[in-house]
């Protein structure tokens, strides 16, 4: 019956795909269940003529990634690399300051060493927490009823400092310092292998694209299921278990039946479905407490890059209140055509300006790029693409889940404990680059390993696997210089010239004064 | 036919009933879909031999909330009061304080001063904030960007004021301090009139129950609309519209038809629908950002109500980590009947100890009362009733939703605004005594009148109107002594000590020691 399957799989995205493909080439019989009319999830790539194809969601990949890597290798798609040839530009203060490598260089010795300060305290910090069980860290309960902005209102000193960590925060995990726990964002770093490893283009999380758009990997792993098995616009509104199998209802009235289930749709969202018996307290309670982050990705196409001629790559950080973007990125294709920049509108400033029409967000665009990359040709884009997520209906918000103060040591546990015959999947479930498309694929593979174990056929011990580095797409240690280790931190600068003289006092308060002032 | 009507209203809890319930007196064809078999949502009334009868939610009413009082004066429900005849309890340190009154005594003049100014805080700084629009406060930003927490590690200095002020929260709100936005705190217990006026039980909030319980009002509005109006078992799962009319569909594939929609279901619960067009981005993220509270609440049966022979109430505050319940309240019925004492478990503490079982929580229940009210006897319950709301599907938890750090100031705004032809009740929309039945009638009572003013029945100035004072239950002020306006913060005291001598600055770093150290 076509209807009937040893398992049934909620949500086509990559992490559900993922889970669905390794079932299948173990011989389980599986059905997909997607609510929308297209498979990939958070990953949509566009196609038309102006822009050949482009990625409107999760696009980027890099060394470590391992197990997307070996999905596209698998279908033999390649990736190219994001340019960061030339330079890149941190704007702040109305001033767009060239740099090379991943962080910014700060205005003054006090603002660097206060940067190196943060970023080494954030990864040793993180060193301390579990990848599996973060809620397990020595300090899981202190960090976690902190959030990330009271964390850097008391350990960053210099106001540039702080300006940029706001920036990581907000570029990294779509949300603003105050609305997260420091727990969740140090562990979140900590999965994408650190502070540079996250942020980096190069040797980094961005240091590559998928040839042709990274929706293809879906693509093809449903087309290796086959039409019949992944059955589309069809939301999931009732899950109803008996102990032995799981009922499975759509929202036009279909009926599926399965032995197991594997959830995998964004964690809000499973909030929309009925459950039969009733989900247990803590659960019920999880789907409404980890809520989608906010962002809008823009494409602005040209007939040149511009940027490139000027001695820019095209990526740049921007710190300004009034900015629509954050964060931008070189975006030609890789035979060089359709020369674009990418821009994320970010945190709150997607909130604000999702009310602003198409037309408005492109116009506000251009005249920012015209200041930070200083060309007027940034205010006459040939074509523009944008795609706001917070609006999808069906993702609730990209790139992932943020979690509050709190959630993370009470509820973080049931994250991915089973409900009977239920699984779960999902990008968030994962200990590596949750929150990546890396992320999604360790999640679907570990969810399938779940389910074969419950039914006998791998052991318990199996269902967690190491994934091999990737032939092509390799990884180098960060250098770490003896400045960045032995650099002290400002307070702790200003402790040292203490011992030198009292002379310190002042400086310290003027420093205090920039911080509370400036 | 059946299944149409002027205006469909989703959710049959007392704020979606009491919506009906105006539409049904002003002509207006209405209809209400329900997802449980029954009405009342938050308000549930047990009845069995044991109890009689027990309000397992919503249960307290008192002096300023005119409107659900105005409701029962005209079923004829009559209110009785709370016991507080004799002392009430602050459990503390393992040991019991008596006093009499709202908050309790402080165990030296220095936290006496402490809490005076905590409270007198959170009372001005809610004068600040416009209970229609919080997000126009000030310093909406500043305090929206703080957790509770953090303002209580700033502005209390000793650590008895601390454990009261974190009982004050848990108990208030259901959650933790490090979890609420400060802003939405001081909104919410402004919007109940104050610190005083929320927690007090005469002439506060806990002042009065229900002789036979809360869930009568809701059951009687049905009755009074008919069996035919309000449709049970029905969970509501997609909503059309194509501007002039909606179309609502239900879990078993029914249809409804209506020209308007009020929807009046918890809002994390709105969530479980499929909206057609999509909601707008910042509702679509809205309704994953306000989660339910947490507490479960408890009801141990006595033969006698021992606690008033020794002297005591009934109610305690009860500051421990160990400890199962946070609060108690006297619960003998009106006729003297089945004494009880009512408990709630509370935030963190329903988070860990669901997973208990029911016969564990009783007789731990039972253990720490025999601490709390000095007699064995409380070991030794006859009968036990309690109700996990966050195990409640259709509920998802109780009292009310919190709201995060940065939700208000970016989200608040979108709470009542219409999607097209659908309007929002439901307590969380209120602006006076939100999260309490009061809220959900005065929200629900608006929503009508907003669909009323929409079908051109009055104008949009009659849609927020003001309620008289009750005749029975009237409200007095709460004296505030020269000593509570004028005595000074824990360190505005060591400043004015400091003028008089050097002797403050070896008190202080006593306070320091006993505030960090404690």
């Not at 494409?299 to 940027?307: A, C, E, K």
Request: hydrophobic share 40%; net charge neutral.
């Amino acid at each position: 019956m076509a209807n009937q399957a040893d398992v049934i799989v909620v949500g086509a995205g990559l992490s559900g795909l993922s889970a669905a493909k390794l079932l299948h080439e173990k011989g389980i019989e599986v059905l997909v269940l997607e609510a929308r009319d297209r498979v990939g999830g958070r990953t949509f790539t566009e196609h038309n003529p102006k822009v050949k194809y482009v990625d409107l969601g999760g696009a980027y990949v890099g060394p470590t990634q391992n197990r997307i890597l070996r999905l596209a290798d698998e279908f033999g798609i390649e990736t190219y690399l994001t340019n960061e040839v030339e330079d890149v530009i941190f704007y702040t203060k109305g001033k767009s300051k060239r740099f090379t490598g991943t962080f910014p260089p700060m205005g003054s010795f006090l603002a660097y060493m206060d940067m190196n300060n943060l970023f080494r305290l954030i990864d040793q910090m993180g060193e301390e927490i579990p990848m599996e069980a973060p809620w397990n860290a020595p300090k899981a309960k202190e960090w976690d009823s902190m959030t990330v902005k009271e964390f850097l209102d008391k350990n960053v000193w210099t106001a540039a400092a702080k300006a940029f960590a706001t920036c990581f925060v907000q570029v990294n995990v779509t949300s603003e310092p105050y609305e997260v726990s420091l727990l969740w964002l140090l562990w979140y770093v900590k999965c994408a292998g650190g502070s540079m490893r996250i942020y980096s283009t190069t040797n980094g999380g961005q240091e590559r694209k998928f040839v042709g758009g990274s929706q293809q990997i879906s693509k093809r792993i449903a087309e290796k299921l086959g039409k019949e098995k992944v059955i589309l616009s069809c939301p999931v509104c009732h899950i109803k278990q008996n102990g032995n199998d799981a009922t499975i209802k759509d929202l036009h009235g279909n009926t599926y039946m399965a032995k197991y289930v594997i959830m995998s749709v964004p964690v809000p969202l499973q909030n929309r479905i009925v459950y039969e018996p009733p989900l247990p307290a803590n659960r019920n309670q999880l789907i409404q407490r980890m809520p989608m982050g906010s962002v809008i990705k823009t494409f602005m196409y040209y007939d040149t890059p511009f940027w490139r001629k000027d001695g820019f790559c095209g990526s740049s950080a921007i710190d300004d209140e009034g900015a629509i973007i954050g964060f931008t990125m070189d975006n030609v294709n890789p035979d060089g055509s359709c020369p674009a920049l990418m821009g994320f509108i970010l945190a709150d400033k997607a909130r604000t300006l999702s009310v602003l029409s198409r037309d408005e967000r492109k116009q506000r665009i251009g005249e920012l790029y015209a200041k930070v990359f200083k060309s007027d040709q940034a205010k006459h884009p040939k074509h523009y693409e944008e795609l706001n997520w917070p609006a999808e209906q069906w993702s609730g918000g990209c790139y992932t889940t943020m979690m509050p103060p709190g959630f993370l040591t009470k509820f973080g546990s049931e994250l991915r404990k089973s409900v009977g015959k239920m699984y779960f999947a999902g990008t968030e479930t994962a200990t590596e680059w949750s929150g990546y498309m890396e992320g999604a694929v360790q999640a679907g593979e570990r969810s399938a390993r779940e389910v074969m174990a419950e039914m006998g056929k791998l052991s318990a011990s199996e269902i967690w696997q190491r994934e091999p580095e990737n032939k092509q797409v390799k990884s180098s240690p960060f250098p770490s210089t003896f400045m960045n280790r032995h650099l002290p931190s400002v307070p702790g600068f200003f402790g040292l010239l203490g011992s030198v003289g009292i002379l310190s006092a002042g400086v310290l308060a003027a420093v205090l004064y920039q911080r509370h002032f400036r």
